[in-house]
């Protein structure tokens, strides 16, 4: 009785209070960037840096969607929503034939597609630019999904080859016994024992999409069909910008990911280095 | 026998990787032998129409007798890549042993400070590197208000326009954004490392410090050579942090290989030389990763390989 109570008891030694200071630093570091700009979202134009009091307002956010704003988030939902049912549904086939098929030529084709994480998307511009301009698919939804289907699927497939691995593979024998074919083991067997793994997958590709800069600076020219990062850098690049919808465009830029990431946090950081993390 | 017994597996086979075979074909593999050709090349923004006319080296000689290619290589390599890694690393043990230790169980902040390293992660790089530029602004950011108040500096400083103050901000918005990742695999890797090696390295009277380099650092060996892998790769192929904080100035003084590629491409019109730049980008990182691979990583992707 007596030690269940002591441990009860808190204590407070010197080493408590020096990890908790340096905690305390780190958690102020990490958070205070993201608060400033959600704040400064909610801030009177023109007192978000003089030392004015506070005074919150939604007009940042009502310019911001008076101006068009609404058009690049629109944009970016559909393009990244289909490019991430696209590229899921390649990966989970891909990654199944790979954890559980022997062919000849795997070990190349595998190397070939898990070294795309490797690549440097710089050097698609170019060719790609080329092969687009003359297709007709610059400024096109098509285009871009293509595009963002093909950069996420190779981080897919390793995402997803981790998850795989640790379904047994006695499961698909006795299935096969029992006289299922090969699509029945993957849709009515493995499929419902990966989609946790699969959720995880295709969020970190949605995040992968939505975040992307690079590829719509270089096809995406016109404002009719631009995404959410470059709507925000138009904000941001003008000369005498405003700051308070600058603000507004970050946080709704950012609070889609943010709320998307809350319920597969923990999946997403294991499953990143799953070779790696032996349970 | 043994024919028919393999060919309906062949079928489901082929069919279950041709859509990605489509893709890495048509997105991989074509682009990069066209950027390879393209590279030999003097085809130019301008003249896309009539396409480039072959000039063997030219541009691979070009680029390696420019004045700038070393600074190039420095930025990229030592600035860019080994110092962000390296310190992301370092930070991302320490921090992991900090958010695993038992203070912070026992005051029940474990689960409000992984919470909160969502918030940076989360963050798309443009907003992060907006959230700093305006912090660091030198007339109104936080930072120097800050420093002007406790007298550390007598006027504001433009961190973005010093030589010395530039890298140290772009490696600051990166740490950032990409720490909380390392955190979280290391936190994750810290957890599953068995209690009973602990206990008998207390027995056997080891004290805090011997604990740390016998047995987790040891443990969190194979977490660390995965992510060094990854964070080298991202970082060294990123574009959007130089650009997005610097445009590769003041001048050109944070130009990086991805920088260059776009600027040259893009900004002079110049498409084989860009393309040369790129392709010694992609030629640098497979040698990377095949020498990685080989001779340190052979046995964490064994699993998936």
């Known amino acids: 009785m007596e030690i269940i109570h ?69 944009n970016s ?160 690049g003008e000369y005498g910008a405003d700051w308070g919808a600058v603000m507004a465009a970050s946080t709704v830029t950012t609070l889609p990911v943010l709320l998307l990431f809350l319920p597969i946090q923990s999946k997403m950081a294991s499953g990143l280095t799953a070779g790696s993390v032996k349970g | ?71 190039l290589i420095w930025n990229t390599f030592f600035w860019l890549t080994f110092v962000s890694v390296s310190l992301r690393i370092v930070l991302g043990v320490l921090l992991a042993l900090l958010l695993n230790s038992e203070t912070l169980k026992k005051f029940k902040l474990t689960g409000i400070t992984r919470l909160s390293l969502l918030v940076p992660w989360a963050t798309p790089a443009i907003v992060a590197v907006i959230a700093w530029r305006f912090m660091l602004d030198p007339r109104e950011g936080i930072v120097n208000q800050i420093l002007l108040s406790i007298g550390m500096v007598d006027k504001p400083i433009a961190f973005l326009a010093k030589l010395h103050t530039v890298w140290p901000v772009v490696i600051i918005i990166i740490i950032w954004n990409s720490l909380p990742l390392v955190i979280m695999s290391y936190l994750a890797a810290l957890q599953s490392i068995s209690k009973t090696l602990y206990e008998a390295a207390e027995i056997d009277g080891a004290n805090e410090i011997q604990k740390f380099f016998h047995i987790t650092l040891p443990q969190l060996m194979p977490t660390t050579i995965v992510l060094s892998l990854m964070l080298v790769v991202w970082t060294f192929n990123n574009f959007v942090y130089v650009w997005l904080t610097t445009a590769a100035g003041p001048g050109n003084y944070t130009n990086v290989l991805a920088t260059e590629v776009f600027i040259r491409g893009f900004v002079d019109f110049e498409l084989g030389y860009s393309s040369a730049i790129g392709m010694l980008m992609a030629v640098l990182m497979a040698l990377f990763g095949m020498f990685y691979y080989r001779y340190l990583a052979k046995k964490e992707f064994s699993e998936i390989m």
């Open chain 1, 6 to 74: 002591k441990k009860k008891t808190l204590t407070i030694t010197i080493k408590d209070i020096v990890i908790l200071t340096i905690t305390g630093i780190v958690m102020i570091f990490m958070l205070y960037p993201a608060y400033w700009v959600f704040y400064g979202s909610f801030k009177k134009s023109g007192s978000l840096f003089s030392s004015e009091r506070f005074g919150f307002t939604f007009d940042n956010y009502i310019k911001l969607f008076e101006a068009g704003f609404g058009n690049y988030i629109l």
């Open chain 1, 77 to 236: 939902l559909f393009i990244c929503l289909l490019a991430v049912l696209i590229s899921t549904f390649i990966a989970v086939m891909t990654a199944y034939i790979f954890s559980r098929k022997k062919f000849r030529g795997k070990k190349w084709i595998m190397g070939t597609v898990l070294a795309g994480q490797m690549f440097p998307w710089i050097i698609l511009i170019t060719p790609l630019f080329i092969v687009f301009a003359s297709l007709g698919l610059m400024n096109s939804y098509t285009g871009m999904i293509f595009i963002y289907t093909a950069i996420s699927m190779p981080f897919s497939i390793y995402l997803l080859l981790g998850y795989l691995h640790s379904i047994p593979t006695e499961l698909d024998e006795a299935a096969t016994l029992d006289g299922c074919s090969p699509f029945q083991v993957l849709w009515k067997i493995i499929y419902p024992l990966m989609r946790p793994g699969i959720v995880a997958t295709a969020t970190y590709s949605f995040i992968l999409c939505w975040s992307d800069y690079l590829f719509a600076l270089a096809f995406l020219t016109k404002t009719s069909v631009k995404t959410l990062p470059l709507g925000l850098s138009l904000q941001f």
């Open chain 2, 1 to 71: 026998m043994l024919f028919k017994r393999k060919k309906p597996e062949h079928f489901f086979i082929t069919i279950m990787l041709a859509p990605m075979m489509v893709v890495l074909i048509s997105f991989y593999l074509y682009p990069t032998f066209y950027n390879l050709y393209n590279s030999f090349t003097d085809l130019s923004l301008l003249g896309l129409k009539q396409g480039g006319e072959y000039i063997g080296f030219d541009n691979y000689l070009r680029l390696f007798h420019d004045e700038g290619f070393g600074h």
